[in-house]
DNA sequence: TTGAAAGCGCTACCAT
DNA sequence: ATGGTAGCGCTTTCAA
């Protein structure tokens, strides 16, 4: 258990002290040419034996006691329990990322996996990042975004269904998927409508509001809901196809395009005509829903802009007493092809 | 521009000195208590007065402060250019960060877009992680590693197609892909083989090694690699699939199961027969691939598992002496089905 | 059982 | 044009 001896790695980093031994200046004079601070002036013969020196020891300097000095940081902290998965989130995170970087902020993802929602804003708050951009996998409380403003964040944003009190809120409204899906299946004269609820706990935060929301858009209409468990297996989605008819449903939204495949494939091979006998909706509008015969209906989102969301990171920090803004930034809405 | 006032946030962060103070006590013993030292004994009063000040301000402590008194962090870096996309690399990235979390580690994502290989290993060295795994889309250079190993990282362990000089190294060998994709091709009595490039950039760092994997197993055989750049949407590949048959192509190894599905759809639509005039092989072993008509043939990779490779960190940090091990970590078999 | 104080690496003020 | 130095928040001897 010896966890090491005094000597780490050989040799310790080399210091800005350690520049300025080297350059014969002192240390100052090695913050000022290094970080090029214009108030003062420095003689070109020294900047370059400044540089010179700090070439040779490779020198680095250190962040953390950068930010100690400075009393902040430049962090946005972006807080991810699982890796969001699908080409949506890929492309709004890259956005998200260079969007912040262009305004000069260091982009930090946060493993967060198994932590509750206080302890995680503890673990969060430890860093000091100027501002929180919380995915809303991890459920942040007014406790939690208070102990991050005291921490010193200015800004704290939370990505998801509900507003936090205190905190600037981009509404994702999931259940406007599942109100688009089943308000053009009742339209179209459907009465029993499945809904597919992946088995993948990971995926509860996008399905849940998107059941609530079939429900809602079925109220009053004489349709009924039917949530329909189903993993994302062949073999599952076979056993389901071959008791589909006891169900007795003429339509099902299958929580998105890749469900929605591995079902209507399955129906198909239990003979089971779409949209004749059962019509299929799904969501997110991906490529391969085109490539489908019948050609798949799907619920198409319009993601928030990475760059917008950036840009409301950078005025909140600039003005951290602000209000808290909050946009409904998920707009969708159904694209009609032939499988309903 | 006026950057901010002198409060940023109202109310400065408390610090231990704050605890100390409400709780009657010196910053020595608020360290003790909440760091449960066992070299010094507290009396349970003043833990608890110091438990309840440090609960009433609301503090946390200053990771930075602390690593810096520490000499030392427990962050494992990762940087990440792009978010990777699909199942198996959200899969491994959970397992990874899970079993380091599991080991006591910090794990930070810090997102590097666009930054050259010694800039960003720059970068990451500010930070002063223990350790860095660097994803392969980023060239981390000798230099980079011993930018980083001065700076204090016991642990580089580079994710890639190259062994990097100085660091630890998992060879994920993408060209492997390409080798078994074009042997059962050629096996199978393909002679014009076309190898599907996409045209997104960011799948560089894995389709140009597959395709030079492709063109190993085609040497030598009499069969001959064309490839062919599509854009993963459906226009093109239906504009490719018009002029298949000017390209005498007896069968495509088309990147993965993706734009395979893609491709297939097209050629069909083109009134193509797969796999009689044109044999399909994709990757990645995506449930998709199942659902096809005809069943599509694809390479199976076996990714590295997230707790190994945890190990391997916490095994190099322990013992940075030790000479850099390299694991060929990727192994890809042909799975047989109806498409070739 | 508790307190005083040094020092981690850095920057910004005030002298020279 | 350059140097001396205080102090950011924390932990850890050493003394009491």
Same mark, same amino acid.
């Given at each position: 258990?010896?966890?090491s001896?005094?000597?780490p790695?050989?040799?310790?980093?080399?210091?800005s002290?350690?520049?300025?031994r080297?350059?014969?200046?002192?240390?100052a004079?090695?913050?000022y040419?290094?970080?090029?601070?214009?108030?003062?002036? *420095?003689?070109?013969r020294?900047?370059?034996r400044v540089?010179?020196a700090a070439e &040779?020891?490779?020198y680095?300097?250190?962040a953390a006691? !950068?930010s100690l000095?400075?009393?902040h940081?430049?962090?946005?902290?972006?807080?991810t329990?699982?890796?969001p998965?699908?080409?949506?989130?890929s492309?709004f995170?890259?956005?998200?990322?260079?969007?912040l970087?262009?305004?000069?902020?260091?982009?930090?993802q946060?493993g967060?996996?198994?932590?509750?929602g206080?302890?995680a804003?503890?673990?969060w708050a430890?860093?000091?990042?100027?501002a929180?951009?919380?995915?809303?996998?991890?459920?942040?409380t007014?406790?939690?975004?208070?102990v991050?403003k005291?921490?010193?964040?200015?800004?704290?944003?939370?990505?998801?269904?509900?507003?936090?009190?205190?905190?600037?809120?981009l509404? /994702?409204d999931?259940?406007?998927?599942g109100?688009?899906?089943?308000?053009?299946?009742?339209?179209?004269g459907?009465?029993?409508?499945?809904v597919i609820m992946p088995e993948d706990? !990971?995926?509860d935060?996008?399905s849940?509001? !998107?059941?609530?929301?079939?429900?809602?858009?079925?109220a009053?209409?004489?349709a009924?809901?039917?949530?329909?468990?189903?993993?994302h297996? &062949?073999?599952?989605?076979?056993?389901?196809?071959?008791r589909? !008819?006891?169900?007795?449903?003429?339509?099902?939204?299958a929580?998105?395009?890749?469900?929605?495949?591995?079902?209507?494939?399955?129906l198909?091979?239990?003979? *089971?005509?779409?949209?004749?006998?059962?019509a299929?909706?799904?969501?997110d509008d991906?490529?391969?829903?085109?490539?489908?015969?019948?050609?798949?209906s799907?619920?198409q *989102?319009?993601?928030? *802009?990475g760059?917008? /969301?950036a840009?409301?990171?950078?005025?909140?920090?600039r003005?951290?007493?602000?209000?808290? &803004?909050?946009?409904?930034?998920?707009?969708?809405?159904?694209?009609?092809?032939e499988?309903?």
């Amino acid at each position: 258990m010896s966890h090491s001896p005094k000597h780490p790695a050989g040799h310790p980093a080399p210091t800005s002290a350690d520049v300025a031994r080297l350059a014969g200046v002192s240390r100052a004079t090695v913050s000022y040419v290094l970080n090029n601070t214009a108030a003062v002036r *420095i003689s070109d013969r020294t900047r370059r034996r400044v540089r010179e020196a700090a070439e &040779e020891l490779g020198y680095v300097p250190h962040a953390a006691a !950068r930010s100690l000095r400075a009393g902040h940081t430049r962090m946005v902290l972006l807080p991810t329990a699982h890796v969001p998965v699908g080409p949506l989130y890929s492309r709004f995170f890259d956005e998200l990322q260079w969007a912040l970087r262009r305004l000069d902020y260091t982009v930090v993802q946060y493993g967060s996996l198994g932590m509750d929602g206080d302890e995680a804003a503890r673990a969060w708050a430890e860093l000091r990042p100027v501002a929180v951009v919380a995915f809303g996998e991890i459920a942040l409380t007014p406790q939690g975004v208070e102990v991050l403003k005291r921490s010193g964040a200015r800004a704290v944003i939370t990505l998801g269904a509900h507003q936090v009190e205190g905190a600037h809120a981009l509404v /994702l409204d999931q259940a406007e998927v599942g109100r688009q899906a089943v308000a053009h299946l009742v339209e179209r004269g459907r009465r029993r409508i499945g809904v597919i609820m992946p088995e993948d706990r !990971r995926l509860d935060f996008f399905s849940v509001p !998107r059941l609530e929301g079939a429900r809602q858009a079925a109220a009053g209409t004489g349709a009924e809901i039917v949530p329909v468990p189903l993993r994302h297996e &062949e073999e599952p989605a076979a056993e389901l196809a071959g008791r589909w !008819r006891d169900l007795g449903l003429d339509a099902v939204f299958a929580y998105n395009d890749e469900y929605a495949m591995l079902l209507m494939r399955a129906l198909q091979d239990a003979g *089971i005509d779409v949209p004749g006998e059962t019509a299929v909706v799904g969501a997110d509008d991906l490529l391969l829903g085109r490539l489908l015969r019948p050609r798949l209906s799907t619920v198409q *989102i319009d993601m928030v *802009i990475g760059r917008h /969301l950036a840009e409301l990171v950078d005025r909140a920090v600039r003005d951290p007493g602000g209000a808290p &803004e909050r946009h409904d930034l998920m707009a969708a809405r159904l694209i009609h092809r032939e499988s309903s």
